[in-house]
Structure formats: C-alpha cells, structure tokens
C-alpha cells in the first residue's frame, strides 16, 4: 500500500498538472506544474475554489465545474490566460456511496505546441498547394521531358528557344556546362516547331570512336568495311531525314568530320561511306557544346566556317549556381517525379534547402537530380535533414571534427546564454514569489517562463515555484 504521503510527493513529480478538489470545486491539493501552468503560485490555490479562479480569468473554462455538474468524466481544451497557454483539461468525478460528487480528479496538459503544430501544418499545407500550383505554372511539357524556369534568366532561355523554333530553317548552336539541360533545350525546339511529329536522332559526337563517327552520321553501304551490315545502313542524317537531328558535344567531333559535317549542312546532301549516290537532306540542325568554341577556332582546333554555320542562332544557358531561385522548384519537382518512381513519400526540411542554395553546383541540374534521388534512397525517415546531407553541402563550421572541436577549449555561447538566463529566472521567481511577478520583474511574458522552466524540467533542473 502507498501511504498518502507518499502519493502526494508522486503526484508532485507528474509532468502534468494536476489538482484535487472537493464536491464544490474548492482545491484540496495542486501540485508544482498546475501552478506553473496557471502562472500563479502554488500555495495560493490551496484553498480557492474552482469558480472564483473562472470568475478571476485564470483561465477561459473549466471541466471540473461541468464534471460536477454532469457526474461524468469531461476533457476541455482551455486557455490560461496568466501564461497564454493552450491546455486539455480532464477532470473525473468521484463519487461517494449515495452518488454525490465527493471529489474531482483534474489532470491538465500543455497542448500549447500540439495546437501551435496543427496550425503550422495547415499552413504548411497551403504554402505546398500554393507551391505545386506555382510549379505546375513554371513547367514546359514536352516529351519525356519536363523544363522548370523560375528565375528571370532561364526564363529568357526557354523564351528565345520558343521564339527560335517557329523559325524552321535556322540552324541553334546552345552553349552551357555539363547538366544545365542543353538536351531538353533542344527538345523543347523541336516540340515547339513545325517538325514536332517528324523524325529526331540525337548524338553525342564525344562518344563514338573516331573511326566509326562517319559511318553513324552518314551511313555505309553494304560491304564498305570489315563488319559492316551485308545490307548497308542509314546514317543519322539519313534516319533523320524530314526531321531534326541534335549534334550533343560538337566541340568534340575530330577536324576531319568537322570538314565532312560542314559540306553536308551547305549542300544538304550526304554520300554513305563506301557510297557514290548523294542522297537529298531535308534537316533541321541543332548543336550544343559545353566548350568554347570561339576559343577552340583561335586554337585551330575548330574550324571557323563550321562555326559559324552551325552559330546562326545561340542560345546560352546560365549555370544553376547564376540562378539559384530555380533550386527550389527543382527540388520539389524531382523529390514528386523521384517518390512516384520508388513509390516513396520523402520530402525535405525547410533549414536543409538553404544547404542547396549555398552550394554552387558545378554538375548543375543533373547533379542536383541525382544527389535528391541518392537521398531519397538512402535516407531511413521520410524527412530528409541535414545530417542526410553529403559533406560537400555542409559548411566548415559544421564539418569540423570531434576531436578539433574538443581541442578548443570554449564553451558554446548558446550554452553560456542558456545557463545565464535560467539563472536569471531562479532569482526572480525565488524574490517575486510567483511567475507572473517574476515575468513582470524579467520584461517577458509568463509563457515565455513557463516554457523554459518546462524545458528545465526535462533536462533534470529544478526550479522551486
């Protein structure tokens, strides 16, 4: 058996607040956190009745005062006024043998954050409607591929190229580095031009060997080398013929292909390699590079005439790191296009974004796309934080090691405020007698109190009330 002593010292060790009071609502006992809850001192309600702290605008409403009346358990949410505080009230009857109300049992818990939370998730959610809205309204549809343009100069990018494909015949030269998007560039010409439903061949001149990049290009007859189809094969131009061909890495193809590739776009024809039959082209050129190729004819290692055969319109796409208001909607369209390919629900923390907008990004979008779809796959949780994040998005500050971080020898400011504050607090409650003296005293607000000295009590500090 507890003895009642014992009880009471357990009841005054409960997180919650909890009070006691007769069959009248006058207090018989309520211990440290219901005082500290009401913002009022703990010896001050022994004694009060229920109805007189309702009628002072302690708080907004009372689930005793209707327990008593009703003879059932009741739960109220209610505000204490003194503290701003949200609580849920719950306060249980006990009855005696002829089923009078001899004594309720009130148990009170700070729902202040829960409530704080709810209201922060609806917003959340319509700041991701608004979002997706705005992201929907940033998307360019075209094929396999889906373009975002937030920021002012991609913005210009996607407009030039729209403007550029309604002109059928103009050859587009589109500069930029290694995974700005130069492809989808290219395809949102050709779905924007009149050649949209006619055939498209791309290739990435830096991939084929040397000596099989004429034949890919132009195509060969049958028996032309040692290998080759017994029946020939069309080359790119030739399969793209009617259509669009996309020339990826130009500033890659060798200066005997440059001469051979300059002849076809002036002549519109292409003979197939062990061929004499110059076949018709009727072919749209676009070509893109991640290299200089002003540079490159200064050094002769392109040739100036294809240059500018191919140069008739350029178009330059910014780096990510010169349009950092496109990372945002970058993130939020692959974190949907990557959950919908794993069937995942991942999704990002706020103070992790500004982590991807600090970092320059020299892969551009494509490493922004695999670094989220690496996240997504190895982050456990569904919410990726920013110990998820690889060390080339942390600052310095924060990659610093354990043992150099013990090697100095300074305590952390958050830390000597944290110490100083609650020392503060302890004086004044101890002097004043009561928290709202104590917030008056301080220049706070009693929440403001009553918040830390919860967050005390959780680390094991105690304050006396």
């Known amino acids: 058996m507890i003895d009642s002593y014992s009880l009471i010292k357990m009841l005054e060790f409960s997180y919650d607040g909890i009070w006691i009071t007769d069959g009248d609502g006058k207090i018989l006992f309520a211990n440290a956190a219901n005082a500290t809850l009401l913002g009022v001192n703990q010896s001050e309600l ?30 109220k949410v209610c505000y204490n006024y003194n503290t701003k505080l949200t609580v849920l009230a719950t306060a249980t009857p006990i009855l005696d043998e ?3 109300v001899k004594h309720v049992f009130n148990n009170v818990r700070d729902i202040t954050k829960l409530s704080q939370l709810q209201g922060s998730l609806r917003e959340k959610d319509e700041i991701i409607l608004q979002q997706n ?16 343009a937030n920021s002012k100069a991609f913005g210009a990018v996607v407009e030039l190229a729209q403007r550029v494909a309604a002109f059928d015949g103009a050859t587009v030269l589109i500069l930029g580095e290694s995974g700005t998007g130069k492809e989808l560039i290219a395809e949102l010409i050709v779905n924007h031009s009149a050649r949209k439903n006619k055939p498209y061949r791309q290739v990435n001149c830096g991939a084929i060997p040397e000596n099989l990049i004429e034949s890919e290009l132009f195509g060969y007859e049958k028996g032309a080398f040692t290998g080759a189809d017994s029946k020939g094969r069309k080359g790119l131009f030739e399969a793209a013929n009617g259509g669009t061909v996309f020339l990826d890495e130009i500033g890659d193809l ?8 300059l002849r076809v776009l002036q002549q519109k024809k292409v003979t ?51 349009r950092k208001e496109d990372i945002v909607p970058l993130i939020n369209h692959f974190l949907t296009v990557i959950n919908q390919k794993y069937g995942t629900q991942k999704s990002i923390f706020s103070d992790t974004v500004d982590r991807f907008e600090s970092y320059d990004w020299p892969g551009n979008v494509r490493e922004l796309e695999n670094l989220l779809e690496n996240l997504v796959i190895t982050t456990p949780g569904n919410i990726i934080c920013r110990e998820n994040l690889p060390k080339k998005l942390i600052s310095g500050a924060e990659r610093l090691a354990p043992s150099d971080a013990q090697n100095h020898a300074v305590v952390p400011l958050r830390t000597t405020v944290e110490q100083a504050e609650r020392g503060a607090i302890e004086e004044a409650i101890r002097r004043c007698g009561s928290i709202r003296k104590a917030a008056s005293a301080l220049h706070v607000d009693p929440s403001t109190i009553v918040r830390k000295m919860q967050g005390y009590k959780q680390e094991n500090l105690s304050i006396e009330t």
């Open 46 to 75: 022994i004694g009060q009745t229920t109805q007189q702290l309702l009628d002072d605008r302690v708080f907004s409403d009372s689930a005793i005062l209707e327990a008593i009346k009703k003879k059932q358990q009741i739960s």
């Open 98 to 100: 002829d089923g009078n």
């Open 133 to 148: 809205r705005q992201l929907e309204s940033m998307k360019i549809r075209m094929g396999m591929g889906t373009i975002v």
């Open 254 to 261: 060798p200066l005997h292909m440059q001469v051979k590739l």
């Open 272 to 322: 197939r390699v062990g061929g004499a039959e110059e076949i018709a082209l009727n072919v749209r050129v676009i070509a893109a590079t991640n290299k200089n190729l002003e540079e490159m004819v200064r050094n002769n290692q392109f040739r100036e005439d294809l240059y500018y055969r191919l140069n008739v319109v350029s178009i330059s796409i910014p780096p990510l790191r010169e």
